[in-house]
């Protein structure tokens, strides 16, 4: 048999080779898990630290042609740089919604594909969009959060830091700008502040304009709050409720404020301006105070008061009749019940033959007591008052009732503006008023915003929209009507009253009557009767002659001047010619300005009355002066408004020119601060531009 070979020539035996790799694989394979563990840590430890310490805390969102829109992480919030990141137009909070403690995840874009828009889901909190349009030099982001249920409240906050904003709503002590202002958050409609001191009044637009070049414009239909924290935000939060509100606005940017002011001004307003009736202007309005309770006695009193303005040589003017007056005269004849009479002039018809170089001033309301003979009356004829009344079904049968409210202290119903037996019924109203006292104007008071959230049949007359029809009805009324409140109506022919204000110097006061101008103005709002000279908040006589006197000169260079306390009262001649001296000065400077630049208001929208801000708006001086405005770019006026000052700072913005002082006719450069310049008691400070 043949020799068997080796088939293992190694000198180590079989059996230990099998049990030396089985070794090797156990080694390798802890060697190897160890490191896969040691990987995963560290790149555990790397997630963590990118997520939480070098993770960019800023992320751009969109970027336009010289801003972009970039998410803050750590503040949580939305913030407009100039692409170059040397400034800031805007901070904008937006981690208010939700729980505070959690992230807001701006980090994916789910429009990915769209360059411009930016599309999130926040789950179980809010859906967010936000567009990108650019328009010449002005760059607008449309934001809009939708929350996921009725339950969650949206809340964004601007910031006040480094920003001067304007805008906005009236409020009782205006402020210029307004980031001294404080109010609790509140829907953000017109109330009356007489009555609602802490709320918003007079013009309101859904508008604020910042200083670093921003606008903030509102979505015009869907209900909103606002609040203002002093010096560090103002904030829009979505009303509570049943229904998933959205949180809508627009934020533009441009170059300065003035050029992205023009550009939100025209979206404000596109429909075509009128002009009201100019005449106005010329005519001072002297308030009629006497406590009466009859028609006859009212007469009486209206003839004792034209001859004392007779006497006094300031017989030219409008004497305006409160409401309680008004309806005193009314009661003397009915016919505007049934009609007007028919085929008679105003004058022939004209009971009250008294008043012969004054114009007559009504005033009247959409509100109207129960316990009136005309509310009486609608009911026989409207089968209720359904027709001429705002009303709610009532009872199994559903029959509409009058909305009882109150105003003036009385249970009133309240004008059914959409419906037009209601208006005819007014309108006659206010025609056969023409014919018994043939007065030129007519007051409309209790332009107040109905509730927002108000039930179904009301919902079309809630926020600012029964306040537009007002206006349309006004409007209807020719050249005659006067509104006490605008909103989304600056292109509408009809004067706004600006909001009462206290005999005082501060801002309840005199103080607070030029930052209330600018900001009518900015709004859209250029013809405006000013409250009357030492203010009639209270209804008192003004006992500060001072007062009366430093008022006197602000109120000259406004569009109408409008008086409360006679001058007289003073007992002294030095305040009657004051008097006729600053009326002569209003109508023979100021209307012919104002008249000028409202042709140039009918074609550009710009305001008539300008902030400092206007001639050079990269000077921030000039955000803040308060107490200094212009006429159109052509005329400066500084007036004193603090008690027993004799001399003031007055700031000459620049802008390449002049400044030329219409008294003593010296001439100083722009960018000029003149220290403690004299302006004795019966001087204003008046700069007229030159080249």
Known sequence: ??????????????????????????TWKGAIACLGVAVFFVMTIGIIYWQVVDQP???????????????????????????????????????NVGSPDTEVPFVRNLCWLNKTEFCYTWESVAEVKISLDVSGETECYGMSWTPASCHVVLKDCFSMNNVSWYGGGSVRGQSWPINQQNSSMQPFVISDLRDAPSGYGSALERYFLGSSGVAVLLSPDIPVQLGLESRQQFCLQTLPGMERLPLQYSVCVARHVKAVHQEAASQLSQQSRELPNMRTLWLPFWNFLASVDSGVKVERELRTFSNRLRRHHLSEGVISLSEHSTTLLADMDHDYLTGRKRGLS???????????LLNISITLTPFQSIHTAQFHSSLARGGGGEQYWLSLPSGPQGQLVPVLSQWGGHFCVKLNLTSPAGVGWFLDRVGALQDLVAMEYVLLEGAVAAPPEGPGPLRPLGGERYIGLLADVAARMGESAIMTAGTRTSHKPVFVRMPALQSEWGPLGLRGLIPSLLHHTLLGYNFLLPDAVGGSLSGDMVTDEELFIRWLEVAAFLPVLSFHTPPWVYGEEQVLNLTRSYISLHQDLVVPLIEKYSEEWLLTRHPIYRPMWWLNPNDPATFTIDDQFLIGDEVLVAPVVERGAMQRDIYLP??????????SAE?????????????????????????
Not at 59 to 84: A, C, H, K, P, Y
Not at 346 to 356: A, E, I, N, S, Y
Not at 654 to 663: A, E, H, L, N, T
């Open 667 to 691: 001439v100083f450069d722009g960018g000029t601060l003149l220290q403690d310049y004299p302006v004795a008691l019966d001087q204003v400070a008046v700069f007229s531009r030159r080249s």
């Open 346 to 356: 105003k004058r022939q018809t004209r009971d009250l033959g008294l008043v012969k």
């Open 1 to 26: 048999m043949p020799h068997a070979r080796n088939r293992n020539p190694s000198p180590i035996p079989e059996g230990t080779w099998d049990t030396g790799l089985k070794e090797m694989n156990e």
């Open 57 to 95: 805390n800023k992320n751009w969102i969109l970027r336009g042609t010289f801003s972009g829109l970039i998410w803050e992480r750590r503040t949580q919030s939305l913030v407009i740089q100039t692409l170059d990141e040397d400034k800031t137009f805007v901070e904008i909070d937006v981690g």
């Open 654 to 663: 620049d802008g390449g020119f002049q400044w030329q002082d219409s008294r």
